[in-house]
C-alpha cells in the first residue's frame, strides 16, 4: 500500500479537492483507495455520505477517520491488513505531531497550492517543512508541488511570476485548473461515476464533455504519482 499525501500550512489551497480527484482517477482505473480522515472537519466522511446518496461513491473506496493518533495507527494497520492498493491522507492545515506522523509515513507529498504571493509563501514554507522533516528523521519520500485552481484561460503576470518562483521545485508539470467538475466533487461524489450518470442524459451531454475533459487531467496527475512511486 502506498500512502500518499496533501498537504499545505495554508487553508484553503485545494488539499481536499486533489485528493478527492486522486481518488476517483484510481478508482476508475480500477484500483482500491483507503482515505485517511485526519482533518476533524471531517470533508471526506461527508463526501462519502452525499456520494452514497447520490450513488456516485465507488466501492473500491474507503474512508478510515484519522484525527487522532490512535484512530490514524488503527487505520492504517487496518487498511493495510485489507490489501488496498493506496492510502491518501487528508491533512488539516498547520503543524501537529498528527501530521508529523502523515508525513513521516507518506511515500508521496503533494503540496497543492494557488498562484497568489501569499499562497506561494505558504507553499514554499510547506515544502521546507516537509523536507525538513524528512532530513531529520533519515526518512525518503517522492514530493511534488501542484499547482491548484489555475484558470483555464490566460493567468496573470503575477500568477506566471508566482509559477516561476516554484519551477525550482519538483511539481507535477500540468496545474490542476479551476473547474466547476472539480468544486462540485464535494458535493457530486466521485468524478468518474457522476460523469457515467451524466453521460447516459442526452441534455447534460456538454456538461459530460466538462466532465471528461476533467477526469482525463487528473488521470494524468494519478499516472505521474504512480510512475513516481514505481506502481
Ligand atoms: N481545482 C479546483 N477547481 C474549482 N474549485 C476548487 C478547486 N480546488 C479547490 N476548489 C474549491 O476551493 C475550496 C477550498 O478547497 P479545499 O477544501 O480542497 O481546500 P483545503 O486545502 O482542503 O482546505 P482546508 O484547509 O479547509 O482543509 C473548496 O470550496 C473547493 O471546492
Ligand atoms: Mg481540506
Redesign the pocket.
Known amino acids: 500500500m502506498k500512502l500518499i499525501t496533501c498537504c499545505?500550512f495554508?487553508?484553503?489551497?485545494?488539499?481536499?479537492?486533489?485528493l478527492m480527484g486522486l481518488c476517483s482517477a484510481f478508482a476508475a482505473n480500477g484500483k482500491t483507495v483507503a482515505l485517511f480522515e485526519a482533518?476533524e472537519?471531517r470533508?471526506l466522511s461527508t463526501w462519502m455520505e452525499n456520494s452514497v446518496e447520490g450513488g456516485t461513491w465507488d466501492e473500491r473506496c474507503t474512508v478510515f477517520v484519522a484525527d487522532e493518533m490512535s484512530l490514524l495507527e488503527e487505520a492504517y494497520e487496518g487498511a493495510e491488513a485489507r490489501g488496498f492498493d493506496y492510502a491518501l491522507a487528508?491533512t488539516?492545515?498547520g503543524s501537529s505531531e498528527l501530521n508529523n506522523t502523515i508525513i513521516a509515513s507518506s511515500d508521496f507529498l503533494l503540496v497543492?497550492t494557488m498562484l497568489t504571493p501569499l499562497d506561494i509563501d505558504e507553499a514554499l514554507s510547506t515544502y521546507r517543512y516537509i523536507i525538513e522533516l524528512l532530513v531529520a528523521e533519515n526518512l525518503h519520500a517522492q514530493t511534488a508541488i501542484l499547482q491548484?485552481?489555475v484558470p483555464v484561460g490566460r493567468v496573470t503576470a503575477s500568477q506566471r511570476a508566482a509559477a516561476e518562483v516554484l519551477s525550482a521545485l519538483p511539481q507535477f508539470d500540468a496545474p490542476?485548473?479551476?473547474?466547476?467538475a472539480?468544486?462540485a466533487m464535494?458535493t457530486r461524489g466521485m468524478l468518474h461515476l457522476t460523469l457515467a450518470t451524466m453521460s447516459s442524459n442526452p441534455a447534460l451531454r456538454l456538461m459530460a464533455r466538462n466532465y471528461e475533459t476533467a477526469l482525463a487531467e487528473l488521470g494524468v496527475l494519478g499516472a505521474f504519482v504512480a510512475d513516481k512511486l514505481g506502481v
Request: proline share 7%.
Open positions: 499545505s495554508k487553508g484553503g489551497a485545494g488539499k481536499t479537492t486533489a482533518d472537519n470533508p487528508d488539516h492545515g497543492p491548484q485552481r490542476m485548473f479551476e473547474r466547476d472539480f468544486a464535494k
